[in-house]
């Protein structure tokens, strides 16, 4: 049996950047270490947009550009990225059936004892991904570490906690 860590989006437009807060910065060196001492597979998705990301459903609803591929926004947060074993996930939207399937075929080889989401946006892409993988791996606990998690606020991250904990998520605070 394996465990899985996912590290959802830490990138420098979501820490720092465009997309930043204060919150998804206190979370850095909690996620490292997180990393560092897990016994496990980790692996890390990337918010993926392109150049014409304005013009999308997403862009017109948050007009932000972030996220822009192979620019220092796009970039994991290279404390982080330099703890990385495996390719990113990269993802064009919220949730990424690409990150389930690959939990999917993962778990056919070596079956998963659980799989633990840290990263960013709690309330947006921690929350679709915890999601998938709970809709694909029904019987495989799914664990959110909220101390390693932050919201486009505060708020947000609590009630987005609180939504995945009806849906049977576990929530560590």
Known sequence: MQKVL???DMQNDFIDGALGTKEAVAIVPGVKEKIENFDGVVLFTRDTHETYYLDTQEGKKLPVPHCIRDTEGWQIRSELDALRKTEPIDKETFGSTDLAGELVAM??????????FVGLCTDICVIS???LAK???PEVPI??????????TPESHENALKAMEVCQIQIDR
């Open 107 to 116: 778990n056919e080889d070596n079956e998963i004892e659980s799989i633990t």
């Open 6 to 8: 996912v590290v959802v």
């Open 135 to 137: 809709a694909s791996l």
């Open 143 to 152: 664990i959110v570490d909220a101390k390693c998690c932050a919201g486009v």
């Open 129 to 131: 991904n915890a999601l």
